[in-house]
Nanobody
Framework: VQLQASGGGLVQPGGSLRLSCATSGFTFHRYNIAWFRQPPGKEREGVCYSSRVEGLTYYSDSGAGRFTVSRDHAKSTVYLQLDSLTPEDTAVYYC????????????????????WGQGTLVTVSS
């Protein structure tokens, strides 16, 4: 199982980025995939969750309304569209996956995920 996160970079406040998580080694449509981030000096936190159940997604309070997760089944890739970015969004962003269905009270817990990508750095600064 492999997850490869990419798309990070330097962006100005108010700007946008699209992160990609390319996956391989498992049956994509049977797995749930989440994005986490780890700001400098802070704990890793859940950003959003894309369930294998079509249309079921969860977002953190900080991401709801600004971030959008989507799947491309043909490419076995999950995307995270980041809009209206602020300096507080600066972090290393990771994608992670598990075959287990998670719920609104558990998707944001890192221990629920079996496999992790290597992370991509997003820096929001003027």
């Amino acid at each position: 199982v492999q997850l490869q996160a990419s798309g990070g970079g330097l962006v100005q406040p108010g700007g946008s980025l699209r992160l990609s998580c390319a996956t391989s080694g498992f049956t994509f449509h049977r797995y749930n995939i989440a994005w986490f981030r780890q700001p400098p000096g802070k704990e890793r936190e859940g950003v959003c969750y894309s369930s294998r159940v079509e249309g079921l997604t969860y977002y953190s309070d900080s991401g709801a309304g600004r971030f959008t997760v989507s799947r491309d089944h043909a490419k076995s890739t999950v995307y995270l569209q980041l809009d209206s970015l602020t300096p507080e969004d600066t972090a290393v962003y990771y994608c992670a996956t598990t075959p287990d269905l998670l719920f609104s009270y558990s998707w944001y817990l890192p221990q629920g995920y079996t496999y992790w990508g290597q992370g991509t750095l997003v820096t929001v600064s003027s």
